[in-house]
């Protein structure tokens, strides 16, 4: 194979972001999806193929393998190395690369005791690195529980969380640069323990800035969010008092969960969610979603159903392709793989406890890897371009003519048309 030369020129547009949709119907929402997914979700390619002369190449053969969505479909990654079995290990972690392309990792305080062990949390990030699955850090600052040793004095625990937070994002910075800065701030006093008091003594809107300010300063870079289980004005209101001093957002992005345990969103509801925060204009991540395949009983759940798993993938089918088709979302998490860890014990896998597929994994697996995937072959023109429209990621390109072949890796995003400009011949 002889060699060649390549060049790539991403040439932007002059196009910025797409417009917010104007208000919908709920037939509007579930039947114009697919369109809103063309006009937001894609861009437009050329791939300009050159002789060494300069001269266009006409009838040069263009592969185009699309390698990773730029939005960020994800699930909590907590049972990563908590498998029974070296294969169902394996199992696991193949079933989560072959689907996702971004994983939430433990950062929950009382899961350390007085002396953090990082070395689980290393060898999760690193094993998503090589992978191409970007990662989270979950959460750093919440008072759902406080761990055992925490001592009664307030202002020593707020010390000890001020100093945990900028630990975290600094120890971590360049492998882990996304994280959930403070978890429901909305209501943090709803809960009876030695953070809360040290939160209330702080001031609720007060530390949730504080802690902000310090995740920033020990990583300017990174992908900061505040993360709630509200999705009314209250959270709104929080969303709003978050601001520097020259009024700039301190996040990011906005964290919305959506735990589905006791019947899902409606259409319009999703919709009504994402409009009511698109207007701080930052990305929206759906980060904890949940939808059953199992009915719940007054002690608790039934396990998954054959009928129960034929619902969870039209509903999941249903969720995931109105979230997509929104501009302002940026990524979608679902909360635990497989029924065998997840939360409240419901049946709220993609995987069943067994860790085969339920149709929504399959379902969501057409969808990401193939309804939403970009794969074409195609033929330059006489001027030497071949021409495509592809879903905003990663690509691999191959040119070849006769026995030259080049490879190359370029990337689509919203707002520009790529072009890559390719010299080859011996």
């Not at 345990?261 to 969610?273: C, M």
């Not at 021409?387 to 190359?408: K, L, M, N, S």
Request: hydrophobic share 40%.
């Amino acid at each position: 194979m002889r060699c060649c030369a390549i060049w790539i020129i991403p040439v932007l547009g002059l196009a910025g972001s797409p417009s917010l949709p104007q208000p919908l119907s709920p037939e509007e929402i579930v039947q114009g999806a697919a369109e809103r997914i063309e006009l937001y979700r894609k861009s437009d390619a050329v791939v300009e193929v050159l002789g060494r002369d300069g001269r266009p190449i006409e009838g040069a053969s263009v592969a185009v393998r699309m390698t990773r969505h730029r939005f960020l479909f994800g699930c909590n990654m907590f049972a990563w190395d908590a498998q029974p079995t070296p294969e169902d290990q394996a199992t696991y972690r193949a079933r989560f690369s072959d689907l996702l392309n971004y994983a939430t990792l433990p950062f929950y305080w009382w899961m350390y005791e007085e002396a953090p062990n990082y070395d689980r949390i290393v060898a999760m990030a690193q094993w998503c690195a090589e992978r191409g699955i970007a990662t989270k850090g979950h959460p750093l600052v919440w008072n759902h529980a406080a761990p055992g040793w925490l001592p009664a004095d307030v202002d020593v625990i707020l010390a000890l969380s001020d100093e945990r937070v900028s630990d975290c994002v600094s120890r971590f910075r360049g492998l882990i640069d996304r994280w959930d800065v403070v978890n429901e701030a909305t209501d943090p006093f709803r809960m009876d323990n030695l953070l809360s008091d040290a939160w209330r003594h702080a001031g609720r809107v007060e530390y949730t800035q504080h802690a902000f300010d310090l995740a920033r300063a020990a990583g300017p870079e990174a992908t900061l969010l505040i993360n709630d289980y509200r999705l009314d004005e209250e959270y709104t209101a929080l969303c709003d008092s978050l601001r520097n001093p020259d009024g700039s957002l301190q996040y990011d992005a906005i964290g919305l969960q959506s735990h589905q345990h006791g019947g899902v969103l409606s259409p319009e509801r999703i919709w009504a969610v994402c409009e009511r925060f698109a207007r701080f204009g930052v990305p929206l991540h759906w980060t904890e979603t949940t939808i059953v395949s199992g009915p719940q009983v007054k002690d608790g759940w039934v396990g998954s159903t054959a009928e129960g798993e034929e619902l969870q993938a039209d509903q999941v089918e249903l969720f995931y392709t109105i979230i997509f088709s929104h501009p302002a979302n940026g990524a979608l998490t679902w909360w635990d793989l497989s029924d065998r860890h997840a939360w409240m014990g419901a049946p709220a896998g993609l995987l069943r406890e067994d860790l085969t597929a339920k149709p929504a994994y399959e379902r969501l697996l057409s969808l990401i890897k193939g309804e939403w995937w970009t794969s074409e072959d195609l033929t330059t023109d006489g001027d030497g371009r071949a021409r495509f429209r592809g879903f905003h990621g990663d690509y691999d390109i191959a040119v070849t003519v006769g026995p030259a072949e080049a490879r190359i890796r370029t990337a689509l995003a919203p707002g520009s048309e790529t072009r890559v400009e390719v010299r080859i011949g011996g």
